[in-house]
């Protein structure tokens, strides 16, 4: 252990508020538990002045945890963070959901700005947050893609964060129901659709019953699928902010990418054609598609070879990825895969393959070895 003294760290402490780590005497014996209220500033001086010292990997956040965590553990943080933040989500009705909304989207943000590769493979292969609903699965991965994206635009950290919060929250009123729709044969009923079409603005007075006030965000829940020529909902005499915006186009595209009961999930490769053709001359569209690229992490391809294997790291262009190798050419399964730099031809990629023709099991820590090869 390293131990600081509790006077370098005076900034983290406030009289009548919990410690937010245990304190120490100075043989390193505890004296404080973490929790623990100091209520006057006399005896916050009296800690200060019998040279009191803190653990040094207690002053570590959550974010600090991931960025200095080995690689090979992000598949787990993942998994745990995803868990976190879904869990969250459906406990929106109680009281500190803003507060703790601020808690979970931290060390999911620091998970994405660790390895972007991996965030993507999160969204095509949705293995970190298995137990979930799809519609909380569909928010946190539309808030991965407009995290991604808003950085790659330029965004200001402020637009950073609203535009995450904005993805997040933006189907509140209608988690479970999308969950019904995803495993749903049948046609939408006309109380689904009167739901639907009512979710944005449910949503919004929802986030407001918690005392969110930021008009950005609200706005950007409200407005996430107003569309151009009126052919989103509701209609507007103006135009949306560039919250919704973005949050509409990411909205779009992760559904493409996400199988339901009535259809198998696009291809990644038609994904991205479809929203070029779509929305032309759109910078934010081609910033999602550009971001996510031709051959994304997770993404499941054919090589010249006949071997089938799946992203995980993109490459020097946008049609040379890392990928591994999970089939033979003659569609035996291996029991470890093995790693190809498509940007060789004898490795070259031939096309993407649909989910339901992959029979191989995926090991999220297997993959990583390989990306970090």
């Known amino acids: 252990m390293q131990f600081l003294q509790l006077s370098s760290v005076m900034h983290r402490l406030a009289v009548g508020k919990p410690l937010p780590f245990n304190v120490r005497n100075a043989d390193q014996t505890l004296l404080l538990a973490r929790g623990h209220v100091v209520d006057t500033s006399d005896q916050m001086e009296s800690l200060l002045s019998r040279g009191a010292l803190v653990d040094l990997d207690e002053l570590l956040t959550p974010q600090d945890r991931i960025r200095q965590a080995p690689a090979e553990q992000l598949p787990k943080l993942w998994c745990q963070c995803m868990d976190r933040i879904s869990e969250t989500l459906q406990s929106c009705t109680q009281q500190g959901f803003t507060e ?38 569909h928010s946190i991965h ?49 109380e689904q659709r ?23 965000w609200l706005d950007g829940v409200a407005h996430h699928h107003v569309a151009p020529h009126d052919s989103g909902y509701p209609v507007l005499d103006h135009e949306p902010n560039d919250l919704a915006a973005l949050v509409r186009r990411a909205d779009i595209y ?48 054919k090589l010249v070879s006949g071997e089938t294997a799946v992203v995980v790291k993109r490459g020097p262009t946008i049609v040379t990825p890392l990928v591994a190798v999970l089939t033979t050419p003659s569609g035996a399964t291996l029991i470890d895969p093995l790693p190809r730099d498509t940007g060789k031809r004898e490795h070259a990629i031939v096309g993407v393959v649909g989910e339901a023709s992959v029979s191989a099991r995926i090991v999220p820590e297997k993959l990583m070895k390989l990306a970090l090869a």
């Open 194 to 216: 009167v739901a639907i079409l009512s979710h944005p603005q449910r949503s919004v007075h929802m986030l407001e019953l918690t005392g969110v006030t930021d008009r950005d």
């Open 142 to 190: 539309t808030a991965i893609a407009v995290f991604m994206v808003a950085r790659r635009l330029g965004w200001d950290e402020s637009g950073v964060q609203k535009v995450f919060k904005v993805a997040l929250t933006m189907n509140l009123s209608m988690l479970e129901l999308q969950g019904q729709l995803a495993e749903q044969a049948t046609p939408v009923t006309h």
């Open 254 to 301: 992760i559904a493409k990418l996400s199988p339901r009961q009535t259809r198998s999930a696009m291809a990644a490769d038609r994904a991205g054609r479809t929203m070029f053709m779509s929305d032309p001359g759109s910078s934010m569209t081609a910033a999602l598609v550009k971001e996510f690229g031709v051959y994304p992490p997770g993404c499941f391809v």
């Open 100 to 137: 703790a909304l601020d808690e979970v989207t931290g060390p999911v943000q620091a998970l994405i700005e660790r390895d972007s590769d991996l965030a993507i493979f999160q969204v095509l292969r949705q293995d970190g947050n298995a137990h979930a609903q799809y519609g909380v699965n």
